[in-house]
C-alpha cells in the first residue's frame, strides 16, 4: 500500500518544514489545488512533534492508495502515479498533473483507450496545416499514439486508428 | 596500578581511532553498539588505506552509510560534520540495509549543493555513487540520485534507471545509457563519473562504461536521493532500497575497485551484501 492524504494548501503550509532531528514534510502538490503526504509519516518516530496534526489532516474519504498506473486500474477521479508524477483523471479521460514549472494544474494528455494515450498538444500540433485545417488525420494521428510506458512510443496499426476514431475515441475540437 | 584497565582504554581507543567515526557517532541521540562502531572504523580505514588518502575528505564530499545501524546516524555525512541528509515524507529505513522510497513523495534531501557546496568534487573531476539493495522493474526512468537543471545553462549530475537501461550524467547533458540490462543487473554499486572534460564513465560492480562526452557546468542545485532535484523540485521518485551514497572527485578504476569491494565488504558483514 502506498496511502497518501488528501489535505488542503492551509493544511500543508501548516506541516510544511523540518521536524525533528533529520525529517522534513514536504506535501506534493496534485491536480485540483490539493496536496498529498504519506500516510506513514503520522507513525514516523522523527515526526512526533507533529504526529497528533497529521492525524487530525486524516479522514476516512481523504486517503488514497497511490498506484503505478496500468491498464487495469485507470479509473477515473483517483490519484495514479505516472512516470514519476502524480496525475489525475476526470470522467472525459483527461490527464491533468501539477506542473512545479508552471505553478498550476495542468493538462497532459488524453485518455483514448485503456492502454492507449495521445498528447494532446501533439495532436493538435501535427493534425493541423498552418491554416488551422485538420489535415490527414489517421496517417499522423497513429505515430503519436502512445501506451502508457515512459519511452516506447508505439505507433497503432491503421486498423487501431480506425476503430478508435469510429468508436468516437478521437475528438478534434477548436481548444 | 591494574593492567585491566589499560586493555580496556587500548581497546576503546582501537575502536575509534578513525576521527570521522569519532565526528560521526559524536552527538547522537541514539548510540550505536560497539559492533557497528567497530565496523564503520574498519570501513573507513580501509577505505582511506585503499585509496591512499588520510582523510575522507581528500577525495569525498559527503558520504551516507544509508545501511547504517539507525535512521539517524544514518543520514550523518560521514566525511565532516555538515552535509547531513533530510528524510523527506517518511522514506522507510531498515536497519543495515537502507532507505527506500514509495514511489511517490519521498525521498532524501543530502542539503549538498553540487555546485556551492563542492570542494574535491569538479566539472572534471567528479564521482557519484549510490548501492542499490533492490531489483528495477519499473519501465519509467526512475532516479538513484541527482540533480538537473533544465534552464540554460542546462546542467546534470545524476544516476537514473528503468529496468532494462542505467543512465549516467558526470556533469553533463547528454542522455547516455547503458542498455540491455534487467532489474537484477543493477543491484550492488552504481557509480557514475569523470577524470576529464572529454569522457564520462559509469561503473556498474566494477564493470566499466564509457563515452565520449564533454563536461557540463554543475547544477546549482541539491543532491536528492531516491529521486532527482528538477529546478528546485523533487521528481522521479525511486521505490528502490539505497544502502550508500556519496559524491567525490573523479576516480580511477583501481579507485572504484577499492570504493565497490570495501563498502561490500562492510555489507557483508552485516549479511546484507548483494554483488554476486
Do not use: W
Not at chain 1, 46 to 57: H, I, N, P, T, Y
Not at chain 2, 82 to 99: D, R
Not at chain 2, 188 to 212: C, F, H, P, V, W
Not at chain 2, 247 to 271: C, L, P, R
Amino acid at each position: 500500500m502506498n496511502n497518501h492524504i488528501i489535505i488542503t494548501p492551509e493544511q500543508a503550509e501548516l506541516i510544511r518544514g523540518n521536524h525533528g532531528k533529520y525529517s522534513a514534510i514536504e506535501p506534493v502538490p496534485v491536480p485540483a489545488g490539493n496536496y498529498i503526504i504519506s500516510e506513514d509519516c503520522i507513525s514516523d518516530p522523527d515526526l512526533l512533534s507533529v504526529k497528533e496534526q497529521l492525524q487530525a489532516m486524516k479522514r476516512p474519504d481523504n486517503v488514497q492508495d497511490i498506484k503505478d498506473v496500468n491498464e487495469s486500474e485507470i479509473s477515473t477521479g483517483r490519484l495514479v502515479n505516472h512516470n514519476g508524477l502524480v496525475v489525475c483523471i476526470d470522467a472525459a479521460n483527461e490527464v491533468f498533473s501539477y506542473d512545479t514549472k508552471e505553478q498550476s494544474t495542468v493538462k497532459k494528455s488524453v485518455m483514448i483507450a485503456p492502454s492507449l494515450m495521445v498528447e494532446r498538444e501533439q495532436i493538435k500540433a501535427l493534425t493541423t496545416d498552418a491554416d488551422g485545417n485538420i489535415k490527414k488525420l489517421a496517417g499522423n494521428v497513429k505515430y503519436y499514439v502512445a501506451d502508457l510506458t515512459e519511452g516506447t512510443r508505439t505507433p497503432a496499426t491503421d486498423t487501431e486508428v480506425e476503430k478508435l476514431i469510429n468508436d468516437g475515441n478521437i475528438i478534434i475540437t477548436n481548444e | 596500578m591494574s593492567i585491566v584497565p589499560i586493555i580496556k582504554k587500548f581497546r576503546l581507543g582501537s575502536n575509534l581511532n578513525q576521527p570521522e567515526v569519532q565526528q560521526y557517532i559524536s552527538g547522537l541521540t541514539t548510540p550505536l553498539s560497539s559492533a557497528q562502531k567497530t565496523k564503520l572504523n574498519t570501513f573507513v580505514r580501509s577505505l582511506k588505506n585503499g585509496l591512499g588518502i588520510s582523510y575522507l575528505s581528500s577525495a569525498f564530499d559527503v558520504m551516507y552509510i544509508l545501511g547504517g545501524e539507525t535512521a539517524e546516524s544514518s543520514l550523518r555525512n560521514l566525511v565532516k560534520n555538515a552535509h547531513h541528509a533530510t528524510a523527506v515524507n517518511s522514506p522507510t529505513f531498515t536497519a543495515l540495509e537502507g532507505f527506500s522510497g514509495n514511489g511517490t513523495s519521498s525521498y532524501l534531501n543530502s542539503n549538498y549543493n553540487l555546485s556551492n557546496s563542492k570542494i574535491v568534487a569538479s566539472q572534471n573531476s567528479v564521482s557519484l555513487g549510490v548501492y542499490n539493495r533492490s531489483e528495477i522493474t519499473s519501465l519509467s526512468t526512475l532516479a538513484y540520485a541527482g540533480a538537473r537543471k533544465t534552464t540554460l545553462p542546462e546542467s546534470v549530475t545524476l544516476l537514473q534507471g528503468t529496468s532494462t537501461s542505467l543512465f549516467y550524467y558526470p556533469n553533463d547533458t547528454a542522455d547516455t545509457g547503458i542498455t540491455g540490462l534487467n532489474g537484477t543487473t543493477q543491484k550492488g554499486m552504481l557509480i557514475t563519473n569523470r577524470i576529464s572534460d572529454t569522457i564520462k564513465e559509469a561503473y556498474i560492480n566494477k564493470t566499466k562504461y564509457q563515452a565520449s562526452v564533454n563536461s557540463a557546468a554543475i547544477a546549482p542545485l541539491s543532491l536528492f536521493i531516491l529521486a532527482r532535484d528538477l529546478d528546485g523540485n523533487p521528481d522521479r521518485y525511486n521505490t528502490c532500497q539505497l544502502s550508500f551514497c556519496f559524491v567525490g572527485k573523479g576516480f580511477t578504476q583501481a579507485n572504484i575497485n577499492i570504493i565497490t569491494d570495501t563498502f561490500e565488504a562492510y555489507m557483508d558483514s552485516n549479511g546484507k551484501g548483494v554483488i554476486a
